[in-house]
């Protein structure tokens, strides 16, 4: 199992945090993506997901 701790901070009025790259391996990083963030109710669990998008 691979376990990554982020550190949650302030940023205006709201709270931010940032991406591990070793979460990107997969990625190809010369084009965009959107992160999504899907949380399960049941398994009170956080997913992550990332798409590539057409954005220039």
């Known amino acids: 199992m691979v376990e990554f701790k982020r550190k949650?901070?302030?940023?205006?009025s709201s709270f931010e945090t940032t991406l591990p790259r070793p979460m990107l391996f997969?990625?190809?990083?010369?084009?965009?993506h959107n992160v999504i963030?899907?949380?399960?109710k049941e398994s009170?669990?956080?997913?992550v997901e990332f798409e590539?998008?057409?954005e220039k």
């Open 8 to 12: 949650l901070y302030k940023r205006g």
């Open 26 to 32: 997969e990625l190809d990083t010369s084009k965009k």
């Open 37 to 40: 963030f899907r949380y399960d």
């Open 44 to 47: 009170k669990k956080w997913f």
């Open 52 to 54: 590539e998008t057409d």
